[in-house]
């Protein structure tokens, strides 16, 4: 019998809710999608809201009007400098990075403020802040449009960003829809990442949580690594930049243990090239040579090992031309996660989110999903937003979207560096 990606997952993980379109709204003529190659200011143009320096580092934090949406409002964080490309938090200084969880740490204020969620109707409303890394540059990839590190920073509301009724994994017939709602390496990442942790030291203010689809799916948490942090306010301690640093440390370093176990490092390397596999038993015997590595894990990446092949050149030229089947049929190049802030409770006037009990840091791996987040919505485990079907909006809903912005970025101290036409 051939196997698959699918044989993967947990058989609980078959049974998580999914959502398979969160129905966001869109502009009415939004820009053409294209990659980011040059300077930030000339990409994003009028979609760049504002900017905020970071001391004396050449650094600058800017403020973007997202053309593609995931919600009536949000916005993005992104670090702007040209001649250094910034792509993850273990690149970035530590006053950088504070000023980056700063502007976060704004966002939530603002959503925590009554007069804001009464103005812009957020009351029951989620809020969600995340961030992808992903060196993938011939399949899509959660990062696609820009490699510098950004952040997404979401207010979510049934009234203006829609969900379907919540399915089975299982049910999803789409099998590029299914493994990029829930990649299916994610409980085998989940795994190999306690197994690298538990050498490093996490703050003894935050917890681990194990693997477990059946609480996954039973508690509506997102799936991924789960790290119970002690609130919002954590966020401006240097302990908790000291964890995401660990995190993207410890992930790096366990991707390239693990690829050179898995896969010939004399192979050529760069777009639409991947690594020949090594023989079965040759990655067993790697594995074996990595003592921090659990049974279980080591069990769960020679599964891994079974159900990929490698591909022919003949099929990989054909992959250029069908982006369709390099979705699905392609790894990710490289170390791939989205890291995303995440709370079940509902913003609100009488409590500010804020001042949640619950606040979870979710690291999702990604092997082959093109999603970069996939956020716990809607009664789901796991949404794929759609982000270009959904109603065009109005001139009512721009005006309060810049209306949203225009304030975060006022109570957040940037500097207006351009405005869209009306």
Known sequence: MTRTLDDLYPNAALALPVNTALIAPRLPTPPAERENQGAYRDHYGPFLLGEKPVGTEPERIALIDKAFPHTLYDLMLLIGRDDILRTSVGELPDTVLTALLDAVTDFVDYLSDPDTVRTFGLQRGRIGIGWNHDPTRDRDNGQWWDKRMHIHCNAWHPRNCRTIRPIPLAAVADPTLRRSLVDPTAYLAHHVLLDAIRTDRVPAACRLLDPDAARDADQHLPV???????????LTTPQFRDLLRMLHGTAAAAYRLLRAA???????????HRPALRPIADVEAALAALPWLTAESRTLLLRLRTVLRDLPERQMRLLRHRSDLANRCLTLDGLSYNLSLCTPDQISTHRPISDTGELYLVMQVKTVSSIGSSPALGGAVASAADRTHGPAMTSGDASMRHAFQTAYATTAGFTATSRRPA
């Open 262 to 272: 898995l896969t010939d490092d004399q192979s050529p390397t760069g777009p639409w």
């Open 224 to 234: 991924g690594l789960k790290v119970r942090l002690p609130g919002f306010a954590y």
